[in-house]
């Protein structure tokens, strides 16, 4: 297999829950477009497979991804950047309706930490480290490191990370709200695993719902969202999932989830 076909690679982790592999190891996990892309096309496979409950997606051991591809970025002007397909292939990632859990060990940059961010659960290594270093190169973050960043860690941080290049470790990106469990080096893929598999184990479409909705306060008014939480609340009372999660309750056993 060419190193083209190898960039990501994708298995299943039991019945219900898919892995994506960064693997670009010569150039640290960079996320060319090229591998971008293929991350989309797998997140959409996903999307349209019932199956598929929930994504994981990790990196190497030394590295989540070291950001953009750096020989991409010297190549483009203010055209190129205007014209870069990228901002599509970002909206795609964000569009996933499934959980999507990061475990990260080592370094997640730039476009890393964008990726990151993608994510609704992020598990990392205690040794991972979180930036966004592209001022260093005399640019700006381009896909939600100054959109989402201070929404996640809050102004101040933000500013030290963007301004002055300095990363977060695992123990401030938790305090901060960047991700959601510490973990002891080379547990993060197993934890992400872990939550995954009681993901899966949960009615589907309320696991899509309340993604969307908890997602939707960074980007809707309270009283509308509040309106939205109720609409999609009410609607899942008409699923099969919502009578086999009461009836189960009341039968005092385990539901049986079909995700309709």
């Not at 892995?19 to 190891?25: G, S, T, Y």
């Not at 695993?193 to 009681?198: F, G, I, M, Y």
Request: one cysteine or more; hydrophobic letters at 50%; proline letters at 5%.
């Amino acid at each position: 297999m060419s190193e083209a076909q190898n960039i990501l690679l994708v298995e299943p982790l039991g019945a219900h829950i898919l892995l994506l592999r960064l693997n670009r190891p010569e150039k640290r996990n960079a996320l060319a477009t090229d591998l971008l892309g293929r991350i989309a096309d797998a997140l959409d496979a996903a999307a349209g497979d019932p199956a598929i409950r929930a994504v994981v997606i990790t990196g190497a051991d030394r590295f989540f991804a070291a950001g953009a591809d750096i020989a991409e970025l010297a190549s483009r002007d203010t055209g190129g950047a205007l014209a870069d397909p990228r901002p599509a292939i970002w909206t795609r990632i964000r569009g996933f309706a499934k959980p999507l859990i990061a475990a990260v060990e080592g370094w997640s940059l730039g476009a890393g930490n964008e990726l990151v961010m993608c994510c609704d659960l992020v598990v990392a290594g205690e040794s991972a480290k979180f930036g966004q270093p592209e001022t260093n190169l005399g640019i700006i973050p381009g896909a939600g490191g100054t959109a989402i960043l201070p929404r996640l860690v809050g102004r101040s941080r933000a500013m030290r990370m963007v301004l002055l290049g300095d990363p977060l470790s695992a123990a401030e990106a938790l305090q901060a709200g960047l991700i959601a469990q510490m973990v002891e080096d080379g547990q993060a893929l197993s934890v992400a695993t872990e939550l995954a598999t009681r993901i899966a184990g949960r009615a589907p479409l309320a696991m899509q719902q309340g993604k969307a909705m908890v997602r939707a306060t960074f980007e809707t008014h309270q009283s509308a969202h509040l309106l939205l939480e109720r609409q999609a609340f009410s609607a899942l009372f008409g699923t099969a999932d919502k009578r086999e999660g009461t009836s189960a309750f009341f039968e005092k056993r385990d539901p049986q989830w079909s995700g309709t």
